[in-house]
């Protein structure tokens, strides 16, 4: 019941039925780790998803996944020492692709791409034109292009965003069908990458349009049209969406405001900047 009322932006009546989950269950480790990652986080109820993950942790010690989560969940808020700190704390060689992929977007907000790209390879290596890619690849295939493009390696990025393309869209028109990862906004975001404005606008309007009725994936839908319109020089309507995006559950997070590559063009706009202002004043309260 919890999940469905999430998705139709019932957020207090699912936040009615995880404490009643917990309550009747509240030795279930994952269901700390869902209260955590599913609810309090993309709400930014930043200090509660960090004690749901430490019940988590007392539950089963150690577990890498609820350090993982920690680390997540500092980041989006904007701690990265913090997270830092919690990642430490993890195994170098894990294989584990949400470790590997929170790595990655930790070594992107300390503008550290070269370090960022080695572990999204780690994640995409071996990986051939035509075959399935699951969502945590298709994530780090986006994170690695960019990053290649941040670092100085056109020809690198290029080569990623159109094996993205090639996955998701190997003929032009091919048919999309929405899925709870947003594909078609990746699909968008691998087009802007390659420069291709109108297509990658296209498929990123039509992404938002897919998850209408879905107050889960919307949210992320909107917040990467907004990374695409502000690539391309759509200031105006990227500073009109921000004060919905950081108000919605699961738009966009404090901590990829603050320091996200995405948004860099648009720092020095008195606008843009007034808004991580009064962003910082409110979560320093």
């Known amino acids: ?70 680390a997540d969940v500092f980041q989006e808020e904007g701690r990265l020492t913090e997270s830092a700190n919690e990642l430490a704390r993890l195994p170098k ?13 930790q070594a992107m907000q300390e503008r550290q791409f070269d370090t960022a790209i080695s572990w999204t390879e780690r994640i995409t290596k071996g990986l051939k034109p035509g075959q399935p890619i699951g969502p945590s690849k298709i994530v780090a295939l986006i994170f690695q292009g960019y990053c290649q493009e941040w670092a100085g390696r056109p020809n690198e990025a290029r080569a990623t965003f159109e094996f993205v393309v090639e996955s998701i869209a190997p003929t032009p028109g091919s048919p999309i069908t929405p899925d709870s990862r947003g594909t078609r906004s990746f699909l968008a975001l691998a087009y802007a990458g390659l420069g291709a404005k109108q297509a990658a606008l296209d498929q990123a309007n039509q992404a938002v349009a897919d998850y209408e009725n879905d107050a889960v994936v919307k949210p992320r839908a909107e917040a990467w049209l907004a990374k695409i319109q502000t690539r391309f020089g759509d200031f105006d309507s990227v500073i009109a969406a921000l004060p919905h995006l950081l108000e919605v559950p699961g738009g966009v997070m404090p901590g990829d405001l603050r320091y996200g590559p995405f948004w860099d063009v648009l720092r020095k706009d008195p606008r843009f900047e007034a808004v991580v202002h009064r962003l910082s004043s409110t979560t320093s309260k």
């Open 1 to 70: 019941m919890a999940y469905v009322e999430r998705r139709l932006g019932y957020w207090k009546q699912a936040e009615t039925r995880y404490l009643k989950a917990v309550e009747l269950d509240p030795r279930d480790y994952q269901l700390w780790r869902s209260l955590a990652e599913e609810l309090f986080k993309p709400e930014r109820r930043f200090p509660e998803a960090q004690a749901a993950l430490d019940r988590a942790l007392e539950i089963s010690p150690n577990d890498d996944g609820a350090i993982t989560a920690k």
């Open 93 to 105: 060689d894990s294989s584990d692709n949400y470790l590997m992929l929170v790595r990655a977007f």
